[in-house]
């Protein structure tokens, strides 16, 4: 099945990239695009098919780039590697990874590089020295802080929290989750104890049982922060049917299409996240330019993003796309119809 999704969806990039780049129908022309790949930790998560729309989008704009998006079935590092030494051999023109481990994919894209293929991470990093640019939704100190003042708000400032994270391995979640016990740390959150970290995997049957452990092990749970959109709609899919809205507060990083239903009834009071269609753009865009030559994809330059406008590539290849929005009651309608 997974198969089969991953087939449709190269063959419908395929034919997307070739209706809009070519018109007439011209396969030879078809075969000379710049092929971007948009790897990610893994699919059927519905952030990642949003960040692919963004993905197809900016390939449409391009004109004559083939946007491909490709994903273990599974988070994990291992499925990762796997696909990319089949790009390799493939001989695709650039890849955009959301890597499942910020270490252990170094070998295999310095060998990607090393045989010309351009590459870049996005949304969960690869570290210094295995990609060219790493381009981060935001700052890494203001999503740790966030998360932890919007369970805060919840929970009236006490109480035991918990974090319901994703795999843990993955760079961008132990990044905020070291933030979070700092910032937890401050005056404001003296009546508030962070009790445990446990990982769903982005699995959504996985990070739901592991919410219900919680709730087992800590009868006075006052609070869940999941910075993950899929273990944040999981856990609040427990709360309510354990029938512990109210008592147990939830927030994170949430999908709005996917979450609607419980910020709508309460379940989840706030959450945050950024748009995931300007992540797959932004990166479609930044590697198109590296590939095209127009940059070299280093500190200082300015790629010109279509809609994005203009993105300065910072120190180290990092880069940083916007602020996190915050969604309640009042405009999850609004976001819901858009990712
Ligand atoms: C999940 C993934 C992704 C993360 C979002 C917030 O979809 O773990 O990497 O950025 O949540």
């Given amino acids: 099945m997974k198969n089969k ?5 190269l063959l419908l990039a395929m034919v997307s990239g070739f209706v809009f780049a070519n018109g ?33 989008e900016a390939a449409e704009e391009l004109g004559n ?8 079935s599974s988070a994990t590092a291992e499925g990762q590697i796997e696909i990319i030494e089949t790009l390799i051999a493939q001989k695709v023109d ?45 700052d890494t100190n203001l999503i740790g802080q966030q998360q932890v003042k919007l369970i805060a708000e919840l929970c009236d400032y006490k109480g035991e929290i918990a974090i319901l994270s994703a795999t843990a391995q993955a760079t961008n979640q132990n990044a905020w989750i070291a ?14 104890k962070l009790v445990d970290v ?16 919680l709730f087992e092990k800590y009868p006075n749970l006052a609070g869940i922060i ?34 609607q239903h419980y910020i709508e009834n309460g379940t989840c009071g706030q959450m945050a996240l950024w748009n995931p269609v300007d992540l797959g753009y932004s990166s479609t865009y930044i590697l198109a330019r590296m590939i095209a030559g127009d940059i070299e994809g280093k500190a200082g330059d300015k790629v010109d ?35």
């Fill in 5 to 9: 999704i991953v087939l449709t969806m």
């Fill in 65 to 72: 780039v083939e946007s491909i998006y490709m994903g273990p």
């Fill in 24 to 56: 007439g129908g011209d396969k030879a022309a078809d075969a000379e695009k710049t092929k971007i790949v948009l790897l990610v930790k893994s699919l059927g998560n519905g952030f990642f098919e949003a960040v692919a729309d963004g993905g197809v």
């Fill in 226 to 259: 999941s910075p993950t959109t899929v273990g944040v709609l999981a856990a609040s899919k427990a709360i309510e049917d354990e029938g512990l809205k109210g008592k147990v507060q939830i927030t994170g990083l949430g999908l709005p299409s996917e979450m």
């Fill in 94 to 138: 650039g890849i955009a990874i959301s890597a499942n481990d910020p270490d252990a994919l170094i070998p295999v894209t310095k060998k990607a590089m090393k045989a010309g293929i351009r590459v870049i991470s996005f949304d969960s990093n690869i570290s210094s020295g295995g990609r060219e640019v790493a381009l981060a939704p935001s």
């Fill in 179 to 192: 933030v979070m016990k700092e910032a937890i740390k401050a005056p404001e959150y003296k009546d508030m």
């Fill in 305 to 339: 993003a279509g809609r994005m406008g203009s993105i300065t590539i910072g120190p180290d290849g990092e880069t940083i796309m916007g602020e996190p929005f915050v969604f309640n009651k009042d405009n999850i309608a609004k976001y819901a119809s858009i990712f």
């Fill in 198 to 213: 446990v990982y769903g995997d982005d699995a959504a049957d996985k990070s739901y049982r592991e919410a219900v452990g």
